[in-house]
């Protein structure tokens, strides 16, 4: 089991960035697809992107290309979501989870391809 706590979230204005955080503990990180989600008030849980476990892969919403960037340091156990050019739209709570170990997650926007989540942190982002 492997265990995921984010951090990095807070207040920033349009236009500004942000990177969050996803450390693991437990067990070799380097196992484990890692996707991001996040969830707006009253809003579904959405897919914003994905890394493989080697890092050499990564996938995006499409709502997010270009602006966000997932990579990850398996030494340390940490995998980190660049966010620039943050807009009003991007607030959220932003989530990390881990796919099954030793298994590449095959649709990256689903959520029920990662097996275990964090507590999420809060991005929230001013006009």
């Known amino acids: 089991q492997v265990q995921l706590v984010e951090s990095g979230g807070g207040l920033v204005q349009a236009g500004g960035s942000l990177r969050l955080s996803c450390e693991a503990s437990?067990?070799?990180?380097?196992?484990?697809?890692i996707g991001w989600f996040r969830q707006a008030p009253g809003k579904e849980r959405e897919f914003v992107g994905w890394?493989?476990?080697?890092?050499?892969?990564?996938g995006y919403a499409d709502s997010v290309k270009g602006r966000f960037t997932i990579f990850r340091n398996n030494a340390r156990n940490t995998v980190s979501l660049q966010m620039n050019s943050l807009k009003p739209e991007d607030t959220a709570v932003y989530y990390c989870?881990?796919?099954?170990?030793?298994?590449?997650?095959?649709?990256?926007?689903?959520?029920?391809?990662?097996?275990?989540w964090g507590q999420g942190t809060q991005v929230t982002v001013s006009s």
């Open positions: 989870a881990a796919g099954p170990a030793f298994t590449t997650v095959q649709r990256m926007d689903v959520m029920n391809e990662y097996k275990y």
């Open positions: 890394i493989s476990r080697s890092g050499g892969s990564t």
């Open positions: 437990g067990r070799t990180f380097s196992r484990y697809d």
